[in-house]
């Protein structure tokens, strides 16, 4: 507003400067006291200015000032969104906050903004929509592993105190047995027993030392965030993923390998159209394996998907979108399983009445008896009979050849006498 009337304010003071000068009255003015006004009139309107640009930089402020409580929440809202929260290492992120383990155990991620909403879509269009990105997107991240690792230390723990158990009762016995040596055995074989008993106590304590130190191992193989890298410039498709390192306040394993060569179990299936995602089940998690390696990687179930199970079927198996599409969920096939399980078992009621599964077990016993049996009784019989020697059965078929043969030909040379005296 003031920029519209500026020019017209510089208007009036040249009109009023000028009547200043004509006006007879004013004539005997001083110029500088008019030069001072004007300078005064000019740092009013400069000062007026400035105040109000400073009034509207207060007026921005208020509008973005939010308070304390507001701006947390806001803060805790953008941890909890997938991808936006920065992954640490400490101590802090291995071990539980308190120790009801049930509020650690609770969902805390949001949907990710831009990602297909779970079970609506069709699996070839959010493929579709995977191929067609232009820059990494983020399909998996994982709900804090605070409880896996508060099970793998404790299970851990428990086979190392199992380990150094083993080791020291097995190395008393074996040094009590060489002190006393019941057997009176010589000194060599007495060395030699010693021997074997320890390679037998150390064996039996690396046993649940191994085990130990697997638990302590296994955190390294939890997946923590998962990208798709879309091909481009004659490049195949890539997935990148993160995992926790071995030791904390370490750098995080990042890993990055073509989309073929991490490959989930033929037999597993990861949609089962249960939970928010499709993926919610008694298990917890799933297994990734690279080609050629036997220590999978572990997928907690309990996390962000992008999209849903099923784009986790494909991605990382042989089917085809149809073939996911198609395949029957887990609970369909348990539900069919149990099914024809229920139809036997009534079957069987009918049949049998009251106790029918005794009576069905007791029937089945006497069936494999009576088989046994049958076997038994064949074997003795194929022993009691005397093998015949080939040479007799060939004579005999040759012998009854050659007798049948004249009996044919006996038959019909009277027939052609009697037809000659005719």
């Not at 953008?78 to 969902?107: C, L, V, Y």
């Not at 093998?387 to 019909?412: C, H, I, L, R």
Request: net charge positive; aromatic share 10%; with cysteine.
């Amino acid at each position: 507003m003031f920029q519209l009337v500026r020019p017209l304010l510089g208007l009036s003071v040249n009109i009023g400067c000028r009547s200043i000068c004509t006006n007879s009255s004013f004539r005997n003015i001083h110029p500088s006291y008019i030069l001072t006004n004007l300078k005064r009139i000019r740092i009013h309107n400069q000062f007026r200015r400035y105040a109000s640009d400073l009034q509207k930089r207060d007026n921005k402020n208020k509008k973005t000032m939010i308070s304390a409580d507001a701006y947390e929440k806001q803060q805790i809202i953008k941890r909890r969104i997938p991808g936006e929260a920065e992954q640490t290492n400490s101590w802090k992120d291995r071990t539980p906050n308190s120790w009801h383990f049930e509020k650690e155990a609770a969902p805390t991620l949001l949907p990710r903004p831009g990602a297909p909403p779970p079970n609506k879509w069709p699996l070839a269009k959010m493929y579709q929509v995977l191929k067609m990105k232009k820059e990494p997107e983020l399909i998996y991240e994982a709900e804090p592993h605070k409880m896996y690792f508060v099970f793998c230390y404790a299970f851990a723990l428990v086979f190392i105190i199992y380990a150094m158990n083993a080791l020291s009762i097995g190395l008393t016995l074996t040094d009590r047995m060489y002190k006393d040596n019941d057997n009176k055995l010589k000194d060599w074989q007495l060395d030699l027993e010693y021997v074997m008993h320890l390679v037998i106590s150390v064996v039996m304590a690396c046993l649940p030392l191994g085990i130990g130190f697997g638990f302590l191992l296994l955190p390294s193989r939890l997946i923590r965030r998962m990208w798709y890298l879309p091909e481009g410039s004659g490049k195949p498709a890539y997935i990148k993923f993160t995992t926790h390192p071995l030791l904390p306040n370490r750098p995080t394993p990042v890993r990055t390998m073509p989309l073929g060569v991490l490959r989930k179990s033929i037999t597993a299936k990861i949609y089962n159209g249960k939970g928010f995602y499709g993926v919610t089940d008694s298990s917890f998690f799933f297994f990734l394996r690279e080609n050629g390696r036997r220590i999978p990687f572990i997928v907690d179930r309990k996390g962000f998907f992008w999209g849903d199970g099923r784009m986790f079927d494909l991605l990382f198996s042989n089917d085809t979108i149809d073939q996911v599409e198609n395949s029957k969920k887990i609970d369909e096939i348990y539900g069919d399983l149990l099914r024809e399980r229920r139809e036997k078992e009534q079957a069987l009621k009918k049949e049998y009445g009251f106790g029918w599964r005794t009576k069905a077990a007791g029937k089945l016993m006497v069936d494999d008896v009576s088989k046994i049996k049958s076997l038994i009784s064949g074997s003795s019989d194929e022993s009691n009979t005397p093998d015949k020697p080939k040479s007799t059965s060939k004579t005999s078929s040759k012998a009854d050849a050659g007798n049948s043969t004249p009996k044919k030909s006996q038959s019909k040379r009277p027939k052609k006498k009697y037809e000659n005296k005719k």
